[in-house]
């Protein structure tokens, strides 16, 4: 794949082509971008591993993922709103892993919403018992199959614009960190990804109290 984008490009920059031949050369390297970009979301996803875990504030991953995605696309069509309990404990994890996942379900609804010309995501994060729920509401047109959007290399996205190995990854990674993830269609329209992840540390306020 390398050297198919390497001589193509080298090919692509000359100047004598005729814009038959510069239109072809642009399709083979486009095509070969995308090849790569799909064997490696393949790499990733089989070599997925636990990776070293500590304490994790769920609530700066979720501002991290948000704010980056935010800053891609053009402001007005999507808002996005973030809800953070002030008592979210957080949890032993692996803070890249878990912000890769956020950043996959986020742009899913992101997507979903560019599609209709814009709307709303919403999402929260709220201790509920022993567990952390995060919820990832969008006001999109829903989900065909939600019981398959975990399934590898199932996707509804057109030809070209994604692999289907996202969210199988985000559920592997969720599955490791001792969670679980399951996305719905809601009543009011829209589709919902709900996350548990075991709370397992006590708040920093809770903790600071205590030590006090």
């Not at 500590?54 to 995605?69: I, N, S, Y």
């Not at 398959?148 to 290399?153: N, Q």
Request: charged share 25%.
């Amino acid at each position: 794949l390398n050297a198919i984008m390497e001589y193509s490009e080298q090919l692509w920059s000359k100047e004598k082509l005729t814009d038959e031949q510069n239109a072809l050369v642009r399709k083979i390297v486009n095509q070969a971008r995308r090849t790569r970009d799909l064997v490696a979301s393949l790499l990733s996803f089989a070599r997925q591993a636990p990776g070293d875990k500590t304490p994790v504030d769920l609530g700066v991953l979720l501002g991290r993922a948000t704010q980056m995605l935010e800053a891609r696309r053009p402001p007005g069509k999507i808002q996005v709103k973030l809800a953070i309990d002030k008592d979210v404990p957080r949890v032993h994890g692996n803070a890249n892993q878990l912000f890769q996942g956020f950043v996959e379900i986020i742009e899913n609804g992101m997507d979903a919403l560019e599609d209709v010309g814009g709307g709303t995501l919403e999402i929260s994060a709220q201790r509920g018992g022993s567990e952390i729920v995060l919820k990832f509401a969008d006001s999109g047109p829903g989900i065909r199959e939600p019981q398959r959007v975990f399934d590898p290399f199932y996707t509804t996205k057109p030809i070209g614009k994604g692999t289907g190995l996202g969210l199988s990854a985000v559920y592997g990674v969720i599955q490791d960190h001792g969670g679980q993830i399951t996305c719905q269609n809601r009543a009011e329209g829209g589709a919902l990804f709900l996350v548990r992840l075991p709370a397992t540390v006590e708040p920093i306020a809770q903790r600071a109290a205590a030590s006090v």
